[in-house]
């Protein structure tokens, strides 16, 4: 006769282990110590077998019979329940051991060892500022897009927009990475492609002649920083990009030849750059050599083995008067202008701006070909910002 639940707990220990059988093979073990078992007897290959299922009533009578019903199915198939639930268990630590901060780590140390260190750098610092708190510890196949989805909204809502869109690449990337070695079934964040819309991108503008005389004028009487003051002559007049000039060394420069060699590696296309030194952009560095005697020319005050940042130059654009306008600004300031000119073949400005081509061998050809030109329109951009306010000398500070 089947059991009920007024059965099981009235049932009482004896001086010996009582069974009371419900069917099926299952059956509730009472032992002399008051616990109550839950057991599943069956054959394999003619050998009776016993397979524990709990105890009661953690596990109830309900409960058990789903159970015995998992474990016969697992009979009928002529596997051990208890190999089955070894396997599950064993596989289920694995799984433990996957868990999304590992596999992370070792895709940025594996899978972003060919990018720069400060790339990696960025990956590993923003995941554990936004995706380790949440996620780090779940396995892999745990996290679903319900997850993935609560990360980016976060990050979305306090106005980190553009980085909520990279989490989501890199996060995906990470799946993809668990998906190769077998460690994740699927990629949660590719669903999740276009949840978070891109705010409309503030374009690089360029200024008009009474903007170049505006920001001229103020950057002559500003008192801040004699090196902040260098940058921001030399920022429009070499017009790269804004890291590019922040984070140079001295051991990238001839300025007996005019020439600033930037590397590959400090490059956005990861492809060396040359920019030619106009007379005027030479004086402003030998005079800044004499200032920072270090490796780099454009040292933090407050940690002087760091380039400053670009806060401080768009913050000094602001007490300049300059509201609105950016550092990266200046690119489009010079394109603008020596396209409008029509003295220059674009090929020569998109050389100097440092834009790909797309054939590596044209590329190199045409990075040699057009020094010269290059020589040449550096120093006419160079003499025409010139006559909007020299830079005084310090003397003359």
Same mark, same amino acid.
């Given at each position: 006769m089947p059991l009920t639940d007024v059965k099981i707990r009235q049932a009482k220990p004896g001086a010996a282990a009582l069974k009371l059988t419900d069917g099926g093979g299952l059956y509730l073990e009472v032992r002399p110590n008051g616990s109550k078992l839950w057991r599943y007897r069956y054959r394999i290959a003619g050998k009776e077998n016993v397979f524990a299922l709990g105890a009661y009533p953690q596990v109830t009578l309900a409960d058990a019979r789903a159970e015995r019903d998992v474990a016969r199915e697992h009979v009928k198939a002529g596997r051990h329940p208890s190999h089955v639930r070894q396997t599950e268990k064993a596989q289920q630590l694995a799984e433990n051991r996957n868990t999304f901060k590992a596999v992370a780590e070792e895709w940025i140390n594996e899978r972003l060892a060919a990018r720069t260190e400060a790339y990696r750098r960025q990956a590993r610092r923003v995941f554990e500022a936004e995706v380790y708190p949440r996620i780090g510890r779940l396995p892999m196949r745990e996290i679903t897009a319900a997850h993935v989805l609560d990360i980016l909204t976060r990050m979305s809502k306090r106005g980190a927009t553009a980085y909520a869109l990279l989490v989501r690449q890199w996060i995906s990337a990470v799946f993809r990475f668990g998906v190769a070695t077998l460690r994740a079934d699927a990629d949660p964040a590719a669903a999740l492609k276009g949840a978070i819309q891109r705010k409309p991108v503030n374009h690089s503008k360029p200024m008009a002649e009474a903007d170049l005389a505006k920001f001229y004028r103020a950057l002559a009487d500003y008192k801040g920083h004699r090196v902040t003051v260098i940058a921001l002559y030399l920022l429009p007049m070499l017009f790269t990009r804004t890291v590019e000039l922040r984070c140079a060394r001295w051991s990238e420069f001839d300025l007996d030849a005019a020439l600033w060699e930037?590397?590959?590696?400090?490059?956005?296309?990861?492809?060396?750059?040359?920019?030619?030194?106009?007379?005027?952009?030479?004086?402003?560095?030998?005079?800044?050599?004499?200032?920072?005697?270090?490796?780099?020319?454009?040292?933090?005050?407050?940690?002087?083995?760091?380039?400053?940042? +670009?806060?401080?130059?768009?913050?000094? /654009? @602001?007490?300049?008067?300059?509201?609105?306008? $950016?550092?990266? &600004?200046?690119?489009? !300031?010079?394109?603008?202008?020596?396209?409008?000119?029509?003295?220059?073949?674009?090929?020569?400005?998109?050389?100097?701006?440092?834009?790909?081509?797309?054939?590596?061998?044209?590329? +190199?050809?045409?990075?040699?070909?057009? /020094? @010269?030109?290059?020589?040449?329109?550096?120093? $006419?951009?160079? &003499?025409?910002?010139? !006559?909007?306010?020299?830079?005084?000398?310090?003397?003359?500070?």
């Open positions: 930037i590397p590959a590696e400090r490059m956005k296309m990861r492809r060396k750059h040359l920019v030619p030194l106009p007379r005027q952009a030479v004086d402003l560095l030998r005079e800044l050599r004499r200032i920072t005697a270090g490796e780099l020319l454009f040292p933090g005050l407050r940690h002087p083995d760091k380039p400053i940042s +670009a806060t401080t130059l768009n913050r000094a /654009l @602001e007490y300049l008067g300059m509201e609105g306008w $950016h550092c990266h &600004d200046f690119r489009a !300031t010079a394109s603008t202008h020596l396209y409008e000119s029509g003295r220059w073949r674009g090929e020569v400005i998109e050389m100097q701006l440092a834009h790909v081509e797309r054939s590596s061998t044209r590329a +190199a050809y045409n990075h040699a070909q057009y /020094l @010269e030109d290059r020589r040449a329109m550096l120093q $006419h951009w160079g &003499d025409y910002l010139w !006559t909007f306010a020299p830079c005084p000398s310090p003397a003359a500070r």
